[in-house]
């Protein structure tokens, strides 16, 4: 395929606008398939401003081993058999994930296999914000500094606002700390990742919870999250950490050794995933984020697949959905009965688990969960509350198609 320098401007294949975790995703699965395949990779242009490289965020996702692409193994930090859920009273459960697991990539690693990627492909890094992005015959076109890209095809996931209104948004903040103890000391089993810990002092309004997840005997990844309308005081989440540490490890002394911060949104608003003939829209910007839980990592990974699959056979590469469209429907009643303060967040996460076979659960936290497993799923939810929720979503709909605020 084709890469020439038309004076001022480039002519690509595709041009990645958006160089973090979906464009990087998307760059590792053409590389992937383009050597599995035998088939010549489409050439590349990848624009953002910053060329990212070190440790700025850590991804943790479900997956099945043998379905994953083979590239995402051997950058894997850590991978857990075995999850542990922590009820608002203390009480702790376990739960086996065979045939999935949780794993966790660091940004350093998935960036540093991205530029190995980007150089065999031999793409070029124009490292300057897009100012534009337009569609057009023959070429979408993106500037950015003084370049100019010609693309066949633009995947752009710089971060945007949703297309259509949201009736509800919540942020998914956190701190972690990566902490270490005297060798010895804490009593950390390696192979149980504790998600969501509900025995946190909870939030007013929405949903608090602690992480922790093993790195080796003596060190951990450790959380504190809320899913609430608002960030807090930095301090805050500093004293969460403190407090819950203490309770966790009986009073053992640590280091913290890495700080991590993030804001991810919640909401039910709709992203566009294809806003022009030749333009299509990646990541949190294309609506991979879901709703009630915040995972992005999987559907994006999914996604990048699909479209290194459609560009090779040279098809039109439309993302496909991150979700199914009836998984943005209970999204939305999840995240309205969580805001609205309807149901209990520790009582319905931890009563999914509780009552449900984990595999399930996950399924249908990761997104891909069939019709079967949600009736059970929203079977084993507070059913006034859910119905309620339900039905207060569906009149907003209603009255949103007519016209009516
Ligand atoms: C700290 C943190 C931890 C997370 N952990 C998890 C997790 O454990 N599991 C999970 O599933 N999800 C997680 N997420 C959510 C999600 O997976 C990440 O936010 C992910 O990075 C989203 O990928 P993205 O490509 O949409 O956005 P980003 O990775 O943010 O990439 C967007 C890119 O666009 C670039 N850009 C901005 N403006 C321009 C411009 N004008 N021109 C060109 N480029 C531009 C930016 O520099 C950036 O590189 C986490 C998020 C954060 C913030």
Redesign the pocket.
């Known amino acids: 395929m084709s890469h020439h320098n038309h004076g001022a401007g480039h002519v690509v294949d595709v041009a990645i606008?958006?160089?973090?975790?979906?464009?990087l995703n998307l760059v590792l699965a053409l590389d992937h398939a383009a050597r599995t395949s035998g088939r010549p990779a489409p050439s590349i242009a990848l624009?953002?401003?910053?060329r990212?490289s070190g440790q700025d965020?850590?991804?943790?996702?479900w997956a099945r081993p043998e379905e994953q692409p083979e590239w995402v193994d051997p950058l894997l930090t850590r991978s857990w058999p075995t999850m542990r859920l922590v009820n608002a009273e203390g009480a702790p459960s376990s739960y086996d994930l065979a045939p999935l697991r949780y794993q966790m990539l660091r940004s350093a690693d998935l960036y540093a296999a991205a530029d190995s990627a980007l150089e065999r492909l031999g793409a070029i890094r124009i490292t300057a914000?897009?100012q534009s992005v337009s569609d057009g015959m023959p070429h979408a076109v993106v500037r950015?500094g003084d370049e100019r890209v010609m693309a066949s095809w633009v995947f752009d996931?710089?971060?945007t606002r949703p297309t259509g209104p949201a009736s509800t948004t919540l942020l998914q903040h956190f701190r972690g700390w990566i902490v270490r103890f005297a060798p010895g000391s804490a009593a950390l089993d390696e192979n149980v990742a504790t998600l969501m810990d509900f025995s946190v002092p909870q939030p007013r309004r929405g949903v608090a919870f602690a992480y922790c997840l093993p790195l080796s005997p003596d060190s951990a990844l450790v959380e504190y999250t809320e899913f609430s309308p608002a960030v807090l005081e930095p301090e805050r989440y500093d004293e969460a950490l403190r407090a819950y540490l203490t309770r966790a490890f009986d009073g053992v002394a640590y280091t913290v050794e890495e700080v991590?911060?993030?804001?991810?949104p919640m909401t039910d608003a709709t992203f566009a995933r294809r806003t022009g003939d030749r333009l299509f829209r990646?990541?949190?910007?294309g609506g991979?984020?879901r709703a009630s839980t915040?995972?992005?990592?999987?559907a994006?990974q999914r996604q990048a697949a699909q479209i290194a699959e459609l560009l090779l056979q040279d098809r039109l590469p439309v993302p496909p959905r991150p979700y199914p469209l009836r998984h943005r429907w209970m999204d939305a009643v999840l995240l309205r009965a969580l805001d609205r303060g309807y149901i209990d967040g520790p009582g319905l996460f931890a009563g999914l688990f509780a009552r449900q076979p984990s595999e399930r659960v996950i399924r249908f936290l990761d997104g891909t969960s069939t019709p079967a497993d949600e009736l059970a799923i929203m079977s084993s939810t507070p059913t006034p509350a859910m119905m309620r929720s339900a039905v207060e979503d569906a009149a907003v709909r209603v009255r949103r198609t007519l016209g009516i605020r």
């Open positions: 606008v958006g160089g973090g975790g979906a464009g624009v953002d401003p910053v990212r965020r850590t991804w943790c996702w914000p897009a950015a996931s710089r971060p991590e911060d993030g804001v991810i990646l990541g949190t910007a991979a984020t915040g995972y992005t990592f999987s994006m």
